[in-house]
């Protein structure tokens, strides 16, 4: 079935899921959060994709929970159990899927949208591109794993400011921070973000996806289980047709054909 709250293509190795809500900056509401769960399932089971790119419509990334909505709901709406069946399984979708996902980051980001913004694995910016942990305006806390990653991100001294001011951030000073990896002006972020997926499309796919996970795995572990994790890692690695092809390749002094396998 085709989505109604976001927009689905994929080609080249690259899946690009656009959210699409844009006259509300792409707030989610239960069916959106669904649907891009889905799609990234989709692009996760689809081995022709080897990289996703996260981004918005118009000109916001996402302004986080749908508040029309949630008000909607009225006193019975219980936030707990709709984070725990929702933007939970959103985010750890995104971050149990084996393939890179970039975020081109068009605009702002806030609140929930700030947390699915930050938990893409490689973000590039636009120029008016923003951050903002808009929980505190609404007397709420971040939420949407935003209080664990934030401070391995930035460290728990601008992490606990910015959800205390619920400042916007500019993306100058999140590139400054280490909150994205690259701000291009607005014109060329598609360009650019799609530029470096289909560089990460053309790698080792499956060597990639370890990384991913070994290094998540390591927020948790102290150093010595650290070490094993990443032998574990590289022996899987290194049973890949990438891993060969990359050997050979260098071997032969040519550039390497990596297939994601
Ligand atoms: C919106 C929204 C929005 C609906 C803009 N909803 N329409 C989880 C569990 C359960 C409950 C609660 O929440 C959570 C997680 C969360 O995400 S909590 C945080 C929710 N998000 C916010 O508090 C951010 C609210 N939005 C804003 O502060 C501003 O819109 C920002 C700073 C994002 C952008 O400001 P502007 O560029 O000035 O745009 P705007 O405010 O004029 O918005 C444009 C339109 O989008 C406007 O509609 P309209 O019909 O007047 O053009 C807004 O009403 C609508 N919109 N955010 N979250």
Redesign the pocket.
């Known amino acids: 079935m085709p989505f109604e709250t976001l927009l689905y293509t994929a080609a080249e190795g690259v899946a690009t899921l656009t959210l699409n809500r844009p006259?509300?900056?792409n707030?989610?509401n239960d069916q959106m959060i669904a649907e891009a769960i889905e799609a990234l399932r989709q692009a996760e089971r689809d081995a022709a994709v080897r990289c996703v790119v996260l981004t918005g419509a118009g000109?916001?990334f996402s302004?986080?929970?749908?508040?029309?909505?949630?008000q909607g709901r009225g006193a019975d709406?219980n936030?707990g159990d709709?984070?725990r069946h929702?933007?939970h399984r959103l985010i750890k979708q995104m971050v149990k899927m084996e393939k890179p996902v970039v975020g081109a980051i068009n605009g702002?980001a806030?609140?929930?949208?700030?947390?699915v913004a930050l938990f893409t694995d490689f973000r590039v910016a636009s120029e008016k591109a923003s951050f903002?942990l808009?929980?505190s305006?609404?007397g709420?806390v971040p939420?949407?794993g935003a209080n664990w990653l934030l401070p391995r991100l930035i460290g728990y001294t601008r992490a606990y400011q910015i959800a205390l001011t619920a400042e916007?951030i500019p993306a100058p000073t999140a590139l400054a921070w280490g909150l994205v990896n690259v701000v291009v002006p607005e014109a060329d972020l598609a360009a650019e973000a799609h530029k470096w997926a289909a560089q990460f499309a053309l790698g080792a796919t499956r060597a990639f996806g370890l990384t991913k996970r070994a290094m998540y795995r390591s927020f948790d572990l102290d150093l010595e289980a650290a070490l094993e994790y990443e032998a574990h890692t590289q022996v899987i690695a290194a049973r890949t047709a990438d891993f060969q092809e990359g050997v050979q390749a260098f071997l032969e002094k040519r550039p390497a054909q990596f297939t994601g396998r």
């Open positions: 006259h509300t900056l707030a989610f000109r916001g302004s986080g929970q749908d508040l029309a909505d949630t709406f936030l709709h984070l929702g933007y702002v806030a609140g929930a949208g700030c947390s903002m808009a929980f305006k609404i709420l939420d949407s916007k």
